[in-house]
């Protein structure tokens, strides 16, 4: 068994990356208590949906799911980067709770501490699961929990603006259409593209379709495909097509440039599907598209389902039970459409579609999505995306080229 003794403490670096890695697509805020230690008949579940109060339909799921497997839930809720460290403390001490729901790229933080079990203890079956989002909760050739749902980025593009600059948004294929369409847009006055560049994992998490939609890969920052894609933004942003304010701005703030109607593009993502429709933009989606064509690979945010080891190995089977039940074929239906996250299989995906079309595009770009810890990168990811993010706002503030700022974030990750 995967089992953690006291014995064994995470230590202060792995406190650190952790607060790197905390995710940053969730949503809400406030925070709850600790969990006090559960008695035989009371599972504690952690999760990062302060926004969902008791009442709602994640823990009315949450408390069926109890019922089923016979036992009460006791619930709390966290920030994401609060329950990281949260997670971390409790393992510490010997009191982690029965299921822990985290962002997907603290996953392999979290299991190279022994704070997790891994999938072959747990019995957790993940076998219907789209191998490209299990990959996130994978380290070192074990996997660590299942992925309760998916989101990830896409270009939104607002109709009315692309119609005024004469784009066909059908032409939009690759890079070099993309930058001749924000090109037209600003010709005929309106702007180009917002996205957020800022010097955070949100920069990293924005600029990775780029990267990997130029063929680079992430344990080689300054390889010729990486520069052409930092190059890219830098180009957008040379040109005027893209405003000087990515470099500040968060996915929220890029939003809400987006939401003004004064541009064509945004880069975003699924989360904020209800505040398209309510600013009452005439839009549409569109993957983003890789350097000569198809869809980019864009950075899955979401959650996994992941048990903690227990020095009480026996809570396993019943913690199974809850984890399955979460993430059941209808379950997870109604949990994705509640988050606004697209379904992890391939059959729930499908029904998604089937009830909401608009979601056909997020669709198509979470099956090409990649977890920002996959290849195998585990606790690596933090550090070099740190060197990423430094790199792009080097780049596009003009204080070094865009090979210049890779090779220099290449050489600190080494």
Same mark, same amino acid.
């Given at each position: 068994?995967?089992?953690?003794?006291?014995?064994?403490?995470? &230590?202060?670096?792995?406190?650190?990356?952790?607060?790197?890695?905390?995710?940053?697509?969730? $949503?809400?805020?406030?925070?709850?208590?600790?969990?006090?230690?559960?008695?035989?008949?009371?599972?504690?579940?952690?999760?990062? %949906?302060?926004?969902?109060?008791?009442?709602s339909a994640w823990t009315k799921l949450l408390d069926k799911c109890g019922t089923t497997a016979g036992v009460k839930i006791k619930r709390t809720a966290f920030d994401t980067s609060d329950l990281t460290n949260k997670a971390l403390l409790a393992a510490q001490q010997g009191n982690s709770p029965d299921l822990l729901i985290v962002d997907n790229p603290v996953?392999?933080?979290?299991?190279?501490?022994?704070?997790?079990?891994?999938?072959?203890?747990?019995?957790?079956?993940? @076998?219907?699961?789209?191998?490209?989002?299990?990959?996130?909760?994978?380290?070192?050739?074990?996997?660590?929990?299942?992925?309760?749902?998916? *989101?990830?980025?896409? /270009?939104?593009?607002?109709?009315?603006?692309?119609?005024?600059?004469?784009?066909?948004?059908?032409?939009?294929?690759?890079?070099?259409?993309?930058?001749?369409?924000?090109?037209?847009?600003?010709?005929?006055?309106?702007?180009?593209?917002?996205?957020?560049?800022?010097?955070?994992?949100?920069? @990293?998490?924005?600029?990775? !379709?780029?990267?990997?939609?130029?063929?680079?890969?992430?344990?080689?920052?300054?390889?010729?495909?990486?520069?052409?894609?930092? @190059? /890219?933004?830098?180009?957008?942003?040379?040109?005027?097509?893209?405003? *000087?304010?990515?470099?500040?701005?968060?996915?929220?703030?890029?939003?809400?440039?987006?939401?003004?109607?004064?541009?064509?593009?945004?880069?975003?993502?699924?989360?904020?599907?209800?505040?398209?429709?309510?600013?009452?933009?005439?839009?549409?989606?569109? !993957?983003?598209?890789?350097?000569?064509?198809?869809?980019?690979?864009?950075?899955?945010?979401?959650?996994?389902?992941? /048990?903690?080891?227990?020095?009480?190995?026996?809570? %396993?089977?019943?913690?199974?039970?809850?984890?399955? $039940?979460?993430?059941?074929?209808? *379950?997870?239906?109604?949990?994705?459409?509640?988050?606004?996250?697209?379904?992890? &299989?391939?059959?729930?995906?499908?029904?998604?579609?089937?009830?909401?079309?608009?979601?056909? !595009?997020?669709?198509?770009?979470?099956?090409?999505?990649?977890?920002?810890?996959?290849?195998?990168?585990?606790?690596?990811? !933090?550090?070099?995306?740190?060197?990423?993010?430094?790199?792009?706002?080097?780049?596009?503030?003009?204080?070094?080229?865009?090979?210049?700022?890779?090779?220099?974030?290449?050489?600190?990750?080494?």
């Open positions: 068994m995967n089992s953690f003794s006291r014995r064994h403490r995470p &230590t202060a670096a792995v406190l650190i990356s952790l607060a790197v890695a905390a995710g940053v697509t969730a $949503c809400g805020s406030g925070s709850g208590g600790g969990s006090e230690g559960a008695d035989s008949g009371t599972y504690t579940v952690w999760d990062p %949906y302060p926004q969902f109060a008791k009442g996953v392999s933080t979290l299991a190279e501490a022994g704070v997790l079990t891994t999938t072959d203890d747990n019995k957790l079956d993940t @076998s219907k699961i789209d191998p490209n989002l299990l990959a996130a909760g994978q380290s070192g050739g074990k996997t660590y929990g299942t992925p309760i749902g998916a *989101n990830t980025l896409a /270009l939104y593009y607002n109709k009315k603006v692309l119609k005024q600059a004469g784009v066909d948004i059908a032409s939009v294929k690759d890079w070099p259409s993309l930058t001749a369409a924000l090109e037209k847009v600003k010709k005929a006055g309106k702007k180009g593209i917002t996205f957020s560049a800022i010097g955070t994992e949100e920069g @990293s998490f924005q600029f990775l !379709p780029w990267f990997w939609g130029a063929g680079a890969k992430l344990t080689q920052l300054d390889s010729a495909q990486g520069e052409s894609a930092l @190059s /890219l933004w830098k180009g957008w942003v040379k040109s005027g097509v893209a405003p *000087n304010s990515v470099l500040n701005n968060t996915q929220t703030t890029s939003w809400q440039e987006f939401t003004t109607g004064e541009y064509a593009f945004a880069e975003n993502g699924t989360w904020q599907l209800a505040g398209a429709k309510k600013a009452g933009l005439d839009y549409g989606v569109l !993957p983003i598209p890789g350097a000569s064509g198809g869809n980019a690979a864009a950075p899955t945010g979401g959650e996994f389902v992941t /048990l903690p080891a227990q020095d009480d190995t026996g809570r %396993y089977p019943t913690s199974q039970k809850l984890a399955t $039940c979460l993430t059941s074929t209808q *379950n997870l239906y109604d949990t994705d459409t509640t988050l606004s996250y697209v379904a992890p &299989t391939t059959e729930v995906q499908d029904k998604q579609v089937a009830a909401d079309a608009e979601l056909k !595009p997020w669709v198509a770009a979470v099956r090409t999505a990649k977890g920002r810890t996959s290849d195998d990168l585990g606790t690596k990811y !933090p550090k070099i995306s740190e060197q990423m993010w430094k790199a792009v706002q080097s780049a596009l503030s003009g204080s070094k080229s865009p090979k210049d700022a890779l090779t220099d974030a290449q050489s600190a990750v080494k």
